[in-house]
Every structure is written in structure tokens, then in C-alpha cells.
């Protein structure tokens, strides 16, 4: 089929001669290919099209929904295909199957451990225009902000006496405000500030989509995961919300991550921003992407995020008429986690307490804490008040509060950095991951690392909870060596050791 229709590619090219191809014809040039490099086979448009229409008839063919489930207890995942159809079904017992299956997954690779970071604003400079972040080059109702380096020592220092280890720094595109030297110079700032008990140990980079080149030197400083959020997999509907700046060029900013991992980083995080577009069409796009890391370097997303779109400055979330409800983002997260069992799940501030809490049981595995989404906003968090968040944060509690309402809740709340540190990235974390090795490491570097932040942050009614919690949870430790280790670790954290991992 596939070679037929490209023959007939070739051959209307050959009709037309010098003349442009129609859309149409243009499309039969772009064919499926997972191993593709470019942005237009492996994000197949056609293929999602087929996809969706594969789903809606098969939405109620249990037969084929039972299939799928079973495989999926397999817990070694689903494809875009498969999950598509899951994501189509509205009969409410398979829906309960599948918010079981997906706590079940959750359970089994994760345990009861959530790890905890905050996002960095550097710079609200930016010289695109999305349509949905207040930060647009248009908006003129904003402050403009950059952090100096003087200002992200304060507001790092801010951010490790809330008990934070690991950050993720965000910045609008801005080649001028904002160069690669610029965000390199605050990632080492970051690293070398040494407050207290106080470190930085992960710096994760969200930034625009740039070159191998700079994907490299964003390597040789050490970065955690890169990630970039693909907003839309639609291309027309992307262009549309990107209507101007660098952005607007779908091709490049979807194959970043392939220049990511040419540029030797191979942990990536992807994600979308649901609300823009047809979340069925997003969910089918968003896993073909990880299907085509997987398909090309062997290794898939190190995380996917899901942040529905919020209000902000200059910004109606109303205006965007693909919103989703509650029962649809848990069901899209719940999907995720069986889709891709070994791929980290993050839910930010954006999302209230109540929904994070669902979210926790099907499958999120990281939540920011005690965020602030403007430049400044930790050192000043009056500066909340002059409308430059990105967006508006729903959940408002303190790092602490979320730590004791983690504990309360069954979690080790963890601010474990290990892997990377230990050169687990790529395929070597995934395949530890996929060994169930990696328990080994999450479970007593969560709570060698929960004991830090007692000892060091947290509030007296905090440290007694947390503390019964280690107490219990070392108990649990399977290999005798390490639990011995660990429980050694333990009491010489609380004789003032620090930054013990597996
Ligand atoms: S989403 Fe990013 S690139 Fe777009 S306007 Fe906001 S900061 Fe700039
Ligand atoms: S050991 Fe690795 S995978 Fe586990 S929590 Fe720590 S950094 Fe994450």
C-alpha cells in the first residue's frame, strides 16, 4: 500500500512537472514513519487521522478493548493505536479498569514514592507570539524581567530554604535577553550555591527549541532533563497559535528533541498543552512522538507533563474552546501511565489540590511545590502581584504543606536527584527501569533524602509525621544490604551527614 502510494506520488510529481503540488498530493509524499527524522512522518497527520477514526469504531467493541487491557497488564505498554481506542471507550466498567490497571502500574514500577521541584523563571523576555501565554511579545501589560546572577543567588537561596533540591528553569525564546551564554552562566550559578545545608542537585532545562550545538553545551553543563512542551502535535492549529517568531516553525520545534539527543542529552521530557486542540488528536500525537524516540534511540521519553491551559495576564483560558474536563485529564493521565509505564508523569501548581490528588493515584510520579510562576517570585513574591506569572498557580501551598499532605496521604515525598548523578540517563536508566532495578535506588534514596528535608525544613508537625513514615518505610527496603546501608545513612543524617544516594 504504502509503495503504491507513493508511486503515485512520483507520479503526479512527474505529471505536474515544474508545477506546485496541491495539499493533498503533498500529503501523499509524507508517508508513517516512526524512524523518521522529519517532524511530518513520524507525527504523521494522516496517521493520527486514522488513528481517531480506528478508535470511534472501535469504541465499543469490548472484544477488541479486553485485548488491549490484558495487554496492557503487561505493563510494557500500549501503542498510540491501542490507547487511542482506550481513550474512545465510554463504558464506565472499562473505564474502572482502566483507573485500576493504571494505580496498579503506578504501584508496581514507582511504589508510593513522589518526587518534589519547583520551577525557576529566569526571563519573561521573549520574542514569539503564542496566542495562550501571557508572555508573548505583544503583551505589553507586563513588566519585562531577568534574573541577574546576583538575583538567582537570591532566589536560589530562597528556594533551598524551602527544602528544594531540584529545579526546572524556564525562559522565553529571546536571542538577545536571553542567549544560551546567559542561561548557561545561571545554570552554573545555580550548581554553586551552597547555602546552609542548602544544594541544587538537579537543574532540569526548559527553554526553546534550539541547535545540536547548543543541546551540547547545555550537556556539558550538567543538566538534568531537557524538556520542551510540543503545546500542539496539529500543525495547522499550531501555526495558528504560533503565529509569529522562531516558533512558528513546527518542523523544527518538533524535532528538537532529535536534536537534543544528537547533542548527547537523553533525557527528554515531552508534553502538551491540552486545551488548544482535540485532546484525542494530542494524546495519539503525543505518544507516536515517544513511540519515535524509542523507534530512533532506543530509549523513550524520560517524562511527559500534562498541563491543561490556565488563565493568566492578557490570557482567557474561555477563549480556547478545547478545554477538558476533570473526568478527561484524569482518564488522559491514567492512559499515559499504562501507555508508557517507564516514563515519569509531572503535574505542576496548575492543577488544584484536589485534581493533583486523583492524578497521584493513576500515575503522576512528580509534582511541583511552593511554585511561583513569575521572574522573582521567590525571593519577592509580592512580585506576584504585578501580573507576571505565566500562569495563575491553583495550588498556592507551601513546599511544607504539600510534603505533609504527601505524607499524610501514603507518599515519600522525595527530593531524590540520584540518577543522573550516578550517570543513569538514557538507556541505561530505561533499562533499569524496565528490570524493576530501580526500586532498589527510589525507594531509600526517598527516604534517606525526606530525612534531609525533616531535619533541615520542615515544619515540627511535619518532621514528627515524616519521621513514623521512614521509620515504617525502611522496614520495607527488600535487599538487606541496602536497607542496612540506608538505615546507617539515616542516622548519620540526623548527626548532620548529607547527600547520601544509591
Ligand atoms: S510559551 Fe514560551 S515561547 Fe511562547 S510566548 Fe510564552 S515564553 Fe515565549
Ligand atoms: S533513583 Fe533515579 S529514578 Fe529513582 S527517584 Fe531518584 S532520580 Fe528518580
Redesign the pocket.
Known amino acids: 500500500m504504502a509503495i503504491a502510494l507513493l508511486s503515485l506520488a512520483v507520479i503526479i510529481k512527474i505529471l505536474t512537472d515544474e508545477k506546485d503540488l496541491s495539499d493533498s498530493e503533498e500529503r501523499m509524499l509524507t508517508m508513517y514513519n516512526p524512524k523518521s527524522l522529519k517532524a511530518e512522518e513520524f507525527i504523521n497527520h494522516e496517521e493520527v487521522l486514522d488513528t481517531l477514526a480506528f478508535a470511534k469504531k472501535n469504541k465499543d467493541n469490548t472484544r477488541l478493548i479486553d485485548t488491549i487491557l490484558e495487554k496492557a497488564k503487561l505493563g510494557k505498554g500500549l501503542t498510540h493505536r491501542e490507547a487511542s481506542v482506550l481513550l474512545a471507550c465510554d463504558i464506565p466498567e472499562k473505564i474502572e479498569e482502566m483507573y485500576s490497571l493504571a494505580e496498579q502500574i503506578k504501584k508496581d514500577l514507582y511504589g508510593n514514592r513522589i518526587v518534589l521541584f519547583a520551577p525557576l523563571y529566569l526571563s519573561?523576555y521573549?520574542?514569539?507570539?503564542?496566542v495562550?501565554?501571557?508572555?508573548?511579545?505583544k503583551n505589553k501589560h507586563i513588566s519585562r524581567k531577568k534574573l541577574t546572577q546576583e538575583d538567582i543567588v537570591r532566589e536560589v537561596t530562597a528556594l533551598q530554604d524551602m527544602g528544594h533540591k531540584r529545579l526546572a528553569i524556564?525562559?522565553?525564546?529571546d536571542p538577545v535577553n536571553n542567549p544560551i551564554e546567559y542561561i548557561l552562566e545561571s545554570i552554573k550559578t545555580i550548581y554553586s550555591i551552597k547555602h546552609k545545608n542548602g544544594a541544587i542537585r538537579r537543574v532540569n532545562v526548559n527553554i526553546?527549541a534550539t541547535s545540536v550545538e547548543n543541546y551540547r553545551k547545555l550537556k556539558e553543563a550538567e543538566i538534568g532533563t531537557y524538556i520542551l512542551?510540543q503545546?500542539t502535535y496539529h500543525k495547522e492549529s499550531y501555526e495558528r497559535l504560533?503565529p509569529t517568531?522562531p516558533?512558528h516553525d513546527y518542523a523544527y520545534h518538533t524535532e528538537a528533541m532529535d536534536r537534543a539527543m544528537e547533542g548527547g542529552i537523553d533525557d527528554v521530557g515531552l508534553g502538551v498543552l491540552f486545551g488548544l486542540e482535540l485532546y484525542p488528536y494530542e494524546f495519539a500525537a503525543l505518544l507516536m512522538h515517544a513511540e519515535h524516540l524509542e523507534a530512533v534511540y532506543g530509549v523513550g521519553p524520560h517524562t511527559i507533563s500534562v498541563p491543561r491551559i490556565k488563565g493568566a495576564d492578557d490570557i482567557d483560558p474561555d477563549a480556547f474552546d478545547n478545554g477538558i474536563s476533570d473526568e478527561i485529564f484524569a482518564k488522559i493521565c491514567a492512559l499515559i501511565r499504562i501507555s508508557v509505564p517507564y516514563t515519569g508523569m509531572i503535574i505542576s501548581t496548575r492543577e488544584s489540590q484536589s485534581v493533583r490528588e486523583r492524578v497521584l493515584h493513576l500515575g503522576v510520579s512528580q509534582v511541583s511545590g511552593g511554585s511561583r510562576t513569575s521572574v522573582g517570585g521567590y525571593y519577592s513574591p509580592e512580585q506576584e502581584d504585578d501580573k507576571s506569572e505565566?500562569f495563575d498557580v491553583s495550588d498556592t501551598r507551601t513546599l511544607d504543606e504539600v510534603v505533609k499532605w504527601l505524607i499524610e496521604k501514603g507518599y515519600i515525598p522525595s527530593f531524590c536527584t540520584a540518577c543522573y548523578r550516578e550517570g543513569r540517563t538514557g538507556d541505561r536508566f530505561m533499562s533499569l527501569c524496565k528490570s524493576g532495578q530501580i526500586q532498589n535506588c527510589c525507594h531509600p534514596n526517598a527516604l534517606m533524602t525526606l530525612k534531609e528535608y525533616l531535619e533541615d525544613y520542615a515544619s515540627p508537625e511535619t518532621k514528627e509525621i515524616g519521621s513514623v513514615l521512614i521509620d515504617k518505610e525502611i522496614t520495607k527496603v527488600p535487599n538487606e544490604k541496602v536497607k542496612k546501608i540506608a538505615m546507617q545513612n539515616l542516622i548519620d543524617i540526623s548527626n548532620g551527614k548529607r547527600d547520601f544516594r544509591f
Open positions: 519573561n521573549c520574542v514569539n507570539g503564542c495562550y501565554c501571557p508572555y508573548h511579545q524556564e525562559a522565553g525564546e526553546a512542551f503545546e504560533h517568531g516558533k505565566q
